[in-house]
Structures are given as structure tokens and as C-alpha cells.
């Protein structure tokens, strides 16, 4: 099916050993990368421990760490690097001169039901 | 020859003995070379791999055999690794590169080699005595003898153990658990006496008298008697004395078992000679690791040295070649629940040595250390060995103890961690019981993974358990576990320690490259040092760009994408991936406008909390990234850089101004202070305060730098720390002017920039290289103090304000914006 890529901007857009987040209508963003060698990948912006945003991690090999607690997760799989447990929902990317495409199913669909951790005072937990 | 045809054929790496350096040589060459060898491995003992060390808590009945495997049976499959348990290596042909190999059946079998490793570790010497050969007498040293103890403790009453040393003593131990009357033997006068001074000796065999052994002293044994059915009934001394033993086991020693190695007409002397690369010299195709290779005329022992050796042979079997293994230290633990005691380095003292001994018969405390020269060149603790660690660290790196003499006895852990309910002994510690208060994680936890895993280092517990893995503080503890649990100085981490898994190298050697060898480019430093990685880490990129930055001010290039994102995006990240915003507040005064501000934008971005920090500021915190230039922009106040790795707050009391106490105007003080150094990035955070007078409402006595203001000057404090282990200033200096203040603390703050390695805070810095250095650097060296504030000067001049002069500080604006589909 010719439209099931979405366009989502020029590879040059994403910085070396870097990202950009992807907003989409429901769910959380998708995290674009991009390593040194001008591969792409894209990961749910949710690190499996405790829902880091991965996009603000630091890009290494195919590795990016989690900004929160520093955990490793493996831009190809999701896979969290052992002996940590656990994967991010992975999405399926495709680099074609020079552009970035996501698939649209997938944007539309995809690991919608996750959701970034609760923070601030809505979320006291330590009440008398 | 067909290089090319050659180059495809694996070569073929053989290894005699399966013992655990020569599997841990394996496994680190797996990890870096998983396809470059076949593998085979004889291996004597029907077993696979096990942890031998840990025989004595299976003789006294507190681990099981299978326990100890360190790497079962499909460890050898799941790898592609031949192995041949039970089979000896009967002789090797170097000319034809052949191992030939036989089994307890008689049947051999032979096989070729391109490379040669040879573990065959040693074997326990047996007194020359008649009725060294009777049934019932035993060496200790394999998973056979221990099973032949742990049988004959069923059948039978009296054990003798003839040495007291480590072995013998748990060998002992062990059989009293399992209901022996046992009777040491020895015949030195005091216990140990290769590892204890004689007052810890005297203390151990004392508190052993009390849990039940008996001890015969400088007893010299002349045969062992036997009876009609051929088993051993007694043991009689030189004197005539004679004492009923069903089973004697030798514990007096071990000899590196090098015969394979003389048949094959290799060097050896304390052992099978080998090079820093553990290469035998006599053959470099054959390489020796472990308790049989003897390296600059020692063999070692114990774990840890021959850990290091592994990772540096199997560097070398990689075709790496740049790991030198250069020697060990050692120290030594006794694997006697409850009995605590731990020695390293020259104990025994003697000339130019001094001792600094406490002593408490009565409560089971000794401990004593020796100094020469202001350094610490052994210790000896019995009883309480919550210390060990530590002074095995300062004995290994040679750091001058002269400013911590003082202290030293009471050791690192007097002042209060925080975050395990004040506990510093690991064993009196329930199961129960957290250990590691950022991670929730208990001792019990902590024992069974090093038990089940097979953990021997710190760096293995922080993977697998996350315990003393983020604040650190906990660290101590988690290393007297890993002793106490898998039982040797498995602690003991290289002398220089590697900055991560991407290189060999550690902090301070990448320091000197750079400097030395004028790096600019993080790329550079990568291509220089060899690093193993294409692009490092998320742990070397960011020390490695503060190291250029902070060499080669004005040249080096920040490379934003090797920071940690609190400083690439100039905020501070929340659990939320929301942000936190503090703008800088000189000296912590403000004014109605900037508040106003502060309190519009708080409104218009609908900002969730606002909070005074304790470092005289505003914090703003759920700031949406998008929101974070616009909010910047608003408030119209410089950045407090309180997401970096960099000078943060000047927290000042009011000082003479209004204070009715204040004797100097710490507020103007302060504001100067900041306003000269604000911007300044250093290995980790920098806290500054400034107090009026001796009252100290600033709290200066806890910062990297404190100034306290006295009727006749400032008096300067440095290396403070009120965080996980509060750490109280030291007093560097007073001075007379304002003037001065600023140019010590900034030489002060130089001198830690370019010395301090990354993630170092100045408490550890200064720990690192000694207060004596630091006053010598910038209280005595008048032009060395004024090169040094001129550099930070120089460095800072003209230095961007992140939050506004974007292209300027090489903020990537694209990172605030999503992309939308």
C-alpha cells in the first residue's frame, strides 16, 4: 500500500548520534535516531523501567541510555541491555534518499495505551 | 602459502585445567573475541568449573556443591567449547603443537593447538612423614577432599588439621561444624602468621578456643600412627605425645603444580616463568594464568591477581595487545562466619615503619597499620573489619596519608553515610535489612545474587542488583558482602581502574593524552587511545568532552550530544520528562520585578510547583520542553546552571549590611564571587557559601568552597559536602581582602577543573591527591595560584549564557520542538 509511510522529516533534521520526537494524535511520541553511520530507528519515547523519554538520552553504537536511570536499550530491538529486563515497543522505519518514514498503522495504533509516569502535586504520596 | 585460506580456519586455543583463572581467561576473551578460537579444555576433575574458594562454607555445611559451580555443564555447549572433564593431560609436543590426553579408563586422545593456555594451578604439599599414605589422611584443596572430609565427619570423632593457616583453619572450622573434635596443629607459635601480627593471632585462636578447636603450638609432628585396617588413629609429635586422629587433614601449603610444564621443558622457578602479557618465556605461543604461573617471582594465590590476569591474557589471545599485567597486591579474609579479620601489605612493620594500634582484648578489637613514609604500607584488623577496603585502596594507590593521619584509625565510615539506617557492618546486618536505600535493595537479595550469579566484583553487584549503583554511598557495605559472601578480596579492583567497558584506560591517563598529545576532537581521543568502541558511551562520551573542554579553553569544541540532557537542553529532567527551570539569583537576593516575573510566568505556562531550594533560589518545576525558551525568555534572568555539572548556588547569609552580628558584607562577597565563576563547568557540581562571621547562618562548612567572614578577614574552607556522606570543609587558608578571596577560590576551582576527574566531586579530589597538595598549590605557590585564577579567567571570558545566546553555547534549538505528523 503506497500510503501506509508517513513522512516525517529529512534524516539531516535528527541530529548525529541523536533524536527527535515524533507527537502523534494518540499515545505517547515515537523517538527517531539517528547513530553515525545515517541509520535510523525509531522506539516508543518510553523507557521500559519507569518511562524515561528515550529521546533525551545519549545515542551510542545502537544503544541509546535512558536519561532517567541510565538504563541501555538497543535501538534495533527495544531490548533492554542485560541484566536489565525489559523492551520498548519498536516502530518500523524506512530511510528512502534522504527521508524518514514512519508507518502509518503503526503511528495511528501502536502501543497507544502506555503512558509516561505521574509527577507533581496530583500525585503526593506522602500524606499524613 | 594461501594466507587467505589460512585466515578463514579458526585457530585452535587448548587449555590445560579448568580451574577459575583459566576459565575467566575465557570468558574474557569471549567477550571481546567470540570467534577467533575453537576452544577445548582438559580439565582434571570430573566437575565443571567451580568456585574453590568457596569449598570451606560447603565443608561447614553453609552452601551446597551445586552452589559453587560457577559455570555448569551447558556454560561449555552453549559456547562452541570442547570440553574433556576428567581426562589429564598426559604430555605435550611443542615441536608438533600436540596435547596428548588420558582418562581414569586408560583411553587418550590427542589434539592440536595454535595457542597453548596453561592452568594447572597447584597442588597442596604433603608433609614427607611416615604415614603420610594411611587411609583417613587428606589434603584440602578439591571438591574430592571435601567430600572425603564430609563423609568421614559422619563416621567418625577426632580430626586433626596439621596447620593453622587460612586453609587449615577452615578446613577445621568447618569439620567442628560438622560435629569433629578437631585439634589444629601447627608449628609456628602464633596463628597465621603470614597474614596476622602476633596479638591478632593470639585474638583468633582464642575466640576459635571459644567456639571449640583446640590447638597444639610449635608442635612439630614426627609420624602419623596407624591401625590394623590401615587408617590413621593418631598422630605423634617429636616430644613423644601422641593424639587420637581418625582423619588428618595437611593444610601446609600449596606448591604451583608445574610439572606438565618442566616435562614440557618450559622455564619455571616459583613457577611456570611468564612476561607481562602472561606469555611463558619460554614459548610465546604458550600462555600460563593462575596459581601455577609465576610472574615477576611470585605466584599468587588468591582470586583477585589472578582475575587481572585473565583479562589481560585473553587481551592478548584477542591479538589486542595493549593490557600489561605489572603484579598485585594482596590482602586476605578469613572465611570463618563471624570471625572478622583482614590484613594486606607488611603488616609486620620493621625499620623506617611506624604503627599507629588500637586495641580492645576484651571487646575482640585489633587493629593496627603501618605507615612509611606518610603512606600506608599495611594494615591488620581483627574484629572489626568494616575499614578493610578502604585502606587496601590507600594502600594500592600510595596516597599520602600525612592530613588524614589523624582520622585514619577511625576509619572512612565514621562520619554518617546516609541512606542504610547508620549501619556499617555488613554482617551484623539482618537479611532483611536495606543495604542500598536509592534501590531498595536488601543484604538478603545482595548474598543470594552473588551466590546464585557467581559475582566477584562491585561492578558485577551494581549490574545485577542496581545496589550501590547510583548514589554510591552504600558502597562499603556492598563490598564487605562480596567478601563475606564469595568469600575472598574479590573487591579488590584493579589498581587503575578503567574509565568504562569501551577502553582499558582510566580517568587520569585520558586526562594526559589530552593534555600531552594536544586532542581536540572527542574523535581524536577515541582514535588516539584505541578505544574498543566506535563511539563510547554514555559514561566516557561526557567525561571525555568535559576533559576537552576543559584542557584547551577557547579550542576544544562542546559537543552537546555527548551531554547528559540536563545540560544539552539547559534544565533539568523530572520523572515526568517534564523539566525544572532555576534562574540564577546573585548571592540569593532578588528583586519585586524579577518575582513578578517569576510569578507571571508561572501563570501563563501553567508551571504545577514552585519551590524554594536550599540553595537560596526559585525552583519552577513540570515545565513543558517546548515551553522551556519562552519560559527562559520571560523571566529574563540569567541561568543558575543548576542542571549542570558546574557552579552552582553562592548561598550567603545578609552579613554586616544588617546584621547586628555580621563583622563582613558576605552578601557583596558572594554576588562577586558568582558573577566571576558562574558559567564555570567542572567534573561535577560546584556549591559555594559565604558567611558574615563565625555564626556561620550560610552554612560554609558543608560547600566546595566556604568563605567565613572574621572581623580581620576570610577565612577560606574547601572540600565540603553536605550530601550522601556529609563531609566537613577543610580550612585552607585565611586572607585579608576581597580580592584574595576571589583569586584563591578560583585558583582552588582551577586546580580541581583540570585535575579532577569526571564525576569527582571536590571532597574527592581533594581525598584523591591530599590537602598537603592543594596548600601547596595555592597557598604556597604565590605564581602558581595567580597562572591558575588567570587561566579560569581566560576560560570563562566571554563565556555564553546558554539560555540566551543559543548558537553561541550550541544549544540545538530543534530539540524543543516535536515533529508532528
Known amino acids: ?128 | 602459502m594461501d594466507m587467505r585460506v589460512e585466515a578463514k580456519a579458526k585457530m585452535k586455543l587448548v587449555m590445560v585445567g579448568n580451574g577459575m583463572a583459566g576459565v575467566r581467561t575465557l570468558e574474557e576473551l569471549l567477550k571481546i573475541a567470540p570467534e577467533l578460537y575453537d576452544i577445548t579444555v582438559f580439565g582434571a576433575e570430573p566437575h565443571p568449573n567451580y568456585n574453590r574458594i568457596l569449598l570451606s562454607p560447603v565443608l561447614a555445611g553453609e552452601q551446597t556443591l551445586d552452589e559453587i559451580v560457577l559455570n555448569d555443564w551447558s556454560w561449555y555447549t552453549d559456547n562452541h567449547i570442547t570440553l574433556h572433564a576428567g581426562w589429564r593431560v598426559t604430555s605435550v609436543d611443542r615441536v608438533k603443537r600436540l596435547v596428548h590426553a588420558a582418562n581414569a579408563a586408560g583411553e587418550t586422545l590427542s589434539t592440536n593447538y595454535d595457542r597453548l593456555l596453561l592452568c594447572t594451578g597447584s597442588n597442596p604439599f604433603m608433609l614427607p612423614i611416615p604415614g603420610k599414605d594411611l587411609q583417613g589422611v587428606i589434603a584440602y584443596r578439591d571438591i574430592a577432599d571435601t567430600n572425603a572430609m564430609i563423609q568421614a565427619a559422619t563416621r567418625y570423632k577426632h580430626a586433626v588439621v596439621i596447620g593453622g593457616g587460612l586453609l587449615g583453619l577452615e578446613a577445621a572450622n568447618g569439620l567442628m561444624r560438622r560435629g569433629m573434635t578437631v585439634s589444629v596443629v601447627h608449628v609456628m607459635p602464633t596463628l597465621m602468621e603470614r597474614q596476622l601480627d602476633v596479638v591478632a593471632g593470639k585474638l583468633l585462636q582464642k575466640s576459635l578456643e571459644e567456639r571449640g578447636l583446640s590447638f597444639l603450638m610449635g608442635a612439630q609432628t614426627q609420624e602419623l600412627v596407624g591401625g590394623p585396617d590401615g587408617r590413621v588413629t593418631a598422630i605423634k609429635f617429636k616430644d613423644g605425645t601422641q593424639v587420637p586422629a581418625d582423619l588428618v587433614v595437611m593444610a601446609v601449603g600449596i606448591r604451583p603444580n608445574v610439572e606438565l610444564a618442566q616435562n614440557m621443558r618450559l622455564h619455571c622457578d616459583k613457577g611456570i616463568v611468564v612476561n607481562d602479557t602472561l606469555q611463558t618465556t619460554t614459548d610465546a605461543r604458550i600462555y600460563s594464568v593462575g596459581e601455577c604461573a609465576a610472574h615477576r617471582g611470585t605466584a599468587y594465590g588468591l582470586v583477585a591477581p589472578l582475575f587481572e590476569q585473565a583479562k589481560v591474557a585473553a587481551n592478548h589471545l584477542a591479538l589486542f595487545g595493549i593490557g600489561r599485567y605489572v603484579g598485585s597486591l594482596t590482602s586476605t579474609k578469613l572465611k570463618v562466619t563471624g570471625i572478622d579479620l583482614f590484613s594486606a601489605g607488611n603488616f609486620g612493620g620493621g625499620e623506617g615503619t611506624e604503627e599507629i594500634i588500637m586495641s580492645d582484648p576484651k571487646g575482640g578489637v585489633y587493629k593496627k597499620l603501618v605507615l612509611k613514609d606518610d603512606k600506608l604500607v599495611g594494615a591488620c584488623l581483627y574484629g572489626d573489619t568494616v575499614d578493610g577496603s578502604w585502606y587496601f585502596k590507600l594502600l594500592r594507590d600510595g596516597r599520602n596519608v600525612h592530613d588524614i593521619r589523624d582520622k585514619l584509625m577511625f576509619g572512612e565510615s565514621n562520619i554518617g553515610d546516609a541512606g542504610h539506617e547508620g549501619h556499617n557492618k555488613a554482617a551484623a546486618m539482618k537479611d532483611s535489612d536495606e543495604v542500598c536505600g536509592c534501590n531498595g535493595v536488601t543484604k538478603g537479595t545482595i548474598c543470594k545474587v552473588i551466590k546464585e550469579k557467581g559475582l566477584f566484583t562491585l561492578d558485577e553487584v551494581r549490574k545485577h542488583t542496581k545496589a550501590s549503583a547510583s548514589c554510591g554511598s552504600c558502597t562499603g557495605l556492598v563490598e564487605q558482602l562480596l567478601m563475606f559472601t564469595a568469600g575472598g578480596d574479590y573487591s579488590a579492583t584493579p589498581k587503575t581502574k578503567a574509565m568504562c567497558a569501551c577502553t582499558e584506560h582510566g580517568h587520569q591517563a585520558v586526562r594526559d593524552a589530552i593534555k600531552t598529545n594536544q586532542l581536540l576532537k572527542i574523535s581524536d581521543v577515541f582514535a588516539f587511545l584505541e578505544w574498543k568502541t566506535p563511539n563510547g558511551c554514555a559514561s566516557c562520551r561526557p567525561a571525555i568532552n568535559y576533559y576537552l573542554i576543559s584542557t584547551w579553553p577557547k579550542l576544544a569544541m562542546d559537543d552537546p550530544q555527548s551531554r547528559f540532557i540536563n545540560e544539552r537542553s539547559h534544565a533539568n529532567i523530572q520523572k515526568d520528562g517534564s523539566y525544572s527551570v532555576i534562574p540564577r539569583m546573585w548571592g540569593g537576593e532578588t528583586t519585586a520585578s524579577e518575582l513578578r516575573r517569576i510569578a507571571d510566568v508561572v501563570d501563563k505556562y501553567k508551571i504545577p510547583t514552585v519551590k524554594v531550594t536550599g540553595g537560596q533560589r526559585i525552583d519552577l518545576l513540570g515545565v513543558k520542553k517546548e515551553d522551556l525558551q519562552a519560559v527562559w525568555k520571560d523571566i529574563g534572568m540569567p541561568s543558575g546552571h543548576a542542571y549542570a555539572k558546574a557552579l552552582r548556588t553562592v548561598k550567603t547569609c545578609v552579613g554586616s549590611e544588617w546584621c547586628r552580628m555580621g563583622t563582613q558584607d558576605s552578601t557583596q562577597m558572594g554576588k562577586d564571587l558568582e558573577r566571576a565563576m558562574w558559567r564555570m563547568y567542572a567534573p561535577h557540581k560546584v556549591k559555594f557559601a559565604v558567611s558574615g562571621c563565625p555564626r556561620n547562618c550560610a552554612e560554609a562548612g558543608i560547600k566546595d568552597v566556604g568563605i567565613i567572614g572574621v572581623d580581620s578577614g576570610w577565612e577560606m574552607y574547601v572540600a565540603g559536602n553536605g550530601g550522601i556522606k556529609t563531609e566537613v570543609a577543610h580550612f585552607l587558608v585565611k586572607v585579608k581582602t576581597a580580592a584574595e578571596v576571589l583569586e584563591y577560590t578560583g585558583a582552588f576551582c582551577e586546580l580541581y577543573r583540570t585535575e579532577g576527574w569526571y564525576l569527582e566531586r571536590t571532597v574527592h579530589y581533594v581525598n584523591r591527591v591530599g590537602l598537603d597538595y592543594v596548600k601547596k598549590r595555592i597557598v604556597e605557590d604565590h605564581t602558581g595560584r595567580k597562572a591558575l585564577w588567570e587561566n579560569l579567567q581566560f576560560a570563562l571570558d566571554g563565556e555564553p549564557d546558554p539560555w540566551f545566546e543559543f548558537d553561541k553555547a550550541a544549544v540545538d534549538t530543534r530539540q524543543f520542538e516535536a515533529l508532528s505528523v
Request: hydrophobic share 35%; with cysteine; aromatic share 6%.
Open chain 1, 1 to 128: 500500500m503506497m500510503n501506509d509511510w508517513t513522512p516525517i522529516c529529512r534524516v539531516d533534521e535528527i541530529p548525529v548520534l541523536g533524536s527527535r520526537r515524533v507527537s502523534r494524535p494518540q499515545g505517547l511520541d515515537v523517538a527517531v535516531f539517528r547513530n553515525d553511520k545515517d541509520e535510523v530507528f525509531a522506539l516508543l519515547d518510553r523507557c521500559p523501567h519507569k518511562g524515561g523519554p528515550l529521546s533525551q538520552g545519549i545515542v551510542f553504537g545502537t544503544s541509546v541510555a535512558c536519561p532517567l536511570h541510565n538504563w541501555t536499550i538497543g535501538l534495533c530491538t527495544g531490548q533492554a541491555a542485560a541484566p536489565d529486563e525489559g523492551c520498548t515497543p519498536r516502530f518500523e522505519v524506512k530511510l528512502t534518499g534522504g527521508q524518514v518514514f514512519l508507518k502509518t498503522s503503526e503511528l495511528t495504533s501502536h502501543a497507544t495505551e502506555l503512558t509516561r509516569p505521574l509527577a507533581g502535586p496530583t500525585h503526593r504520596t506522602a500524606c499524613a
